[in-house]
C-alpha cells in the first residue's frame, strides 16, 4: 500500500512541475484573437475581398496594351513580264499602343462598384462572427478549464480525508479496536477516491489542452488560471436584450447585405437593356527597310536600298444596343428579382430564429440562476454536515458507512455547484453572443 501512495505522489510532482504562466481569461482572449488559425484565416479572406473592392474590377477604368510586330518578307522574282527581276527584301518594326474604355453600359460598372462594396461588407461581416464564435469558444474552454480544476481540488480533498481514514482503520485494526471488515471498507474508499482522483487530473489536462488548441499555442502549455468560474449575477430585461439581437447580431447583419447584394445584381442585369457606349483609340508607328538587288526589263542591273517611317492613330467610338436575345435578359432579371424575394424570405427566417434563441437563452439563463443558488445552499449543507460527520466518526458516534455516505453528498453538492455555476456563465456567453455584445 505504502508503494501505491508513493506512485500516486510521484505522479502528482510529475505534472506539478510542469512551467505554469497566470492566465486570466481577458489574457486568453486576446491570445486567442491574436493567434487563433480561423481568425487568421478570415483575415486573409477578409483582405482579398477589400482588393477586390476596386473600379478596375468593376470595369470603371480603362484597358491599356501596348505591343509589336515585326515582319520579314524576301521575295526572288524571275518573271520576264516583270519590270524589275531578282532578290528583294522588306522588314518592317510596328510598335503599337491600344486603348479601350467602356464609357457607358447602362450603370453596369456603379453597379459593381457597390456590389464589391457589399461583398467586402460580408467579408468583414463572416470575419467578426468568426472572432465572436472564437471568443465564445475561448470563454468556455477557459471555464470548463477552471472547473475541472476545482473539481480536482474538491476531490484531492475528498481522498485526503479517505486516506486519513484508511491510515486510522489501520491503527485501530492493530490494535484491535476494529475489524478486518472495517479496514476493508475504508481501504477501498481510499481507493476509489483516488482513482476519481486521477481521472480528475487527466480531465483538467486535456480541457487545458483543448484552450490551447483555441489559443493556437503549444498544446503543451500549462497555467495557473486566475478568474474564478462564479459568475456575477446580472439581471437582464428581455425587451433591451431583444433590441440588441435585432440590430446587433451578426447572422441577421449578413442577412440583410445578402438582400442588398441581391438588389445589386439586379441592377446589373437590368443595365443590358440601356446602349453600350465604348472608346478605342490606338496608335502605331511602323519602320520599315527595302533592298532590292536585280535587273530591270532592259536587262540593266538595279538595286536600290531605302528606308520609310510611317505613323497611324485613331480613335473610334462604337454605340451598341440590343434590340432581342431570346429574352436572355429578361429571364436574368426575373431570376435576379426572385433571388431577392428568397433573401427577404431568409432574413426574415434569420430575425425569428435569432428571437427563439434569444428566447431560449433568456430562459435557459433565469433558470440556471436558480438551479446555482440551490447548489450554494446544498454545499454549503454538505460541508457542514461533512465537517460535523468527520467529527461524530472520530469518536465513534456513526459507523464508517454513514461517515461514507456523508462524504458521498459532499462530492456530488461540491460538483453540483460548480456544474451549475459553469452553466450560468454558458448561458450568460450564449446571451451575449446573440445579442453582439461578446466583444464589449
Known amino acids: 500500500m505504502q508503494k ?4 500516486i505522489m510521484l505522479c502528482a510532482l510529475q505534472f506539478a512541475l510542469f512551467a505554469q504562466t497566470e492566465l486570466s481569461l481577458s489574457d486568453a482572449i486576446q491570445l486567442g484573437l491574436k493567434n487563433n488559425f480561423d481568425i487568421l484565416i478570415a483575415g486573409k479572406q477578409q483582405n482579398i475581398a477589400s482588393k ?48 479601350d474604355w467602356t464609357l457607358f453600359n447602362g450603370f453596369n460598372i456603379l453597379s459593381n462598384k457597390r456590389k464589391l462594396e457589399l461583398l467586402e461588407e460580408r467579408s468583414y461581416g463572416n470575419a467578426n462572427l468568426i472572432v465572436q464564435n472564437t471568443v465564445q469558444g475561448i470563454i468556455l474552454a477557459y471555464y470548463q478549464a477552471v472547473v475541472d480544476r476545482e473539481n480536482e481540488k474538491v476531490l484531492k480533498q475528498v481522498k485526503d480525508l ?17 475489524t478486518t471488515f472495517d479496514l476493508l471498507q475504508a481501504k477501498d474508499a481510499y481507493l476509489t477516491d483516488s482513482t476519481n482522483y486521477i481521472n480528475q487530473q487527466l480531465t483538467y489536462r486535456r480541457a487545458i489542452r483543448a484552450l490551447n488548441l483555441l489559443l493556437a499555442t503549444d498544446l503543451n502549455n500549462s497555467y495557473l488560471l486566475t478568474d474564478s468560474v462564479l459568475p456575477e449575477i446580472e439581471v437582464y430585461d428581455y425587451n433591451v436584450l431583444k433590441d440588441q439581437a435585432l440590430s446587433n447580431n451578426e447572422n441577421i447583419k449578413l442577412a440583410m447585405l445578402d438582400v442588398a447584394v441581391a438588389a445589386q445584381d439586379i441592377r446589373i442585369q437590368q443595365s443590358s437593356l440601356y446602349p453600350n457606349l465604348r472608346l478605342s483609340a490606338g496608335i502605331n508607328q511602323e519602320f520599315s527597310s527595302q533592298s532590292i538587288d536585280g535587273t530591270t526589263i532592259n536587262g540593266d542591273d538595279f538595286s536600290n536600298d531605302f528606308d520609310a517611317t510611317r505613323l497611324t492613330y485613331f480613335a473610334n467610338f ?14 436574368a432579371i426575373a431570376n435576379a428579382k426572385s433571388q431577392e424575394e428568397i433573401n427577404n424570405l431568409t432574413l426574415d427566417q434569420q430575425k425569428q430564429t435569432v428571437e427563439q434563441e434569444l428566447l431560449n437563452a433568456y430562459d435557459d439563463y433565469n433558470s440556471q440562476l436558480q438551479l446555482l443558488g440551490i447548489a450554494r445552499e446544498s454545499k454549503e449543507n454538505a460541508s457542514l454536515n461533512l465537517s460535523i460527520g468527520k467529527d461524530k466518526f472520530s469518536s465513534g458516534t456513526i459507523t464508517s458507512f454513514e461517515f461514507r455516505d456523508i462524504q458521498l453528498r459532499y462530492i ?10 459553469y452553466r450560468v456563465v454558458q448561458a450568460k456567453t450564449n446571451l451575449a453572443r446573440l445579442t453582439g455584445t461578446i466583444l464589449e
Open 4 to 7: 501505491y501512495i508513493l506512485s
Open 52 to 99: 477586390n473592392n476596386t473600379y478596375g474590377n468593376a470595369g470603371a477604368l480603362p484597358t491599356f496594351t501596348i505591343g509589336a510586330t515585326q515582319n520579314n518578307n524576301y521575295s526572288d522574282n524571275d518573271n520576264p513580264a516583270a519590270f524589275i527581276n531578282g532578290l528583294s527584301e522588306s522588314h518592317t518594326i510596328t510598335p503599337n499602343a491600344n486603348l
Open 162 to 178: 479517505s486516506r486519513d481514514e484508511y491510515l486510522y482503520a489501520v491503527t485501530k485494526t492493530d490494535l484491535g479496536a476494529a
Open 318 to 331: 462604337t454605340l451598341s444596343y440590343r434590340l432581342y436575345d431570346g429574352g436572355k435578359v429578361r429571364t
Open 412 to 421: 456530488r453538492s461540491s460538483l453540483n455547484q460548480l456544474s451549475a455555476a
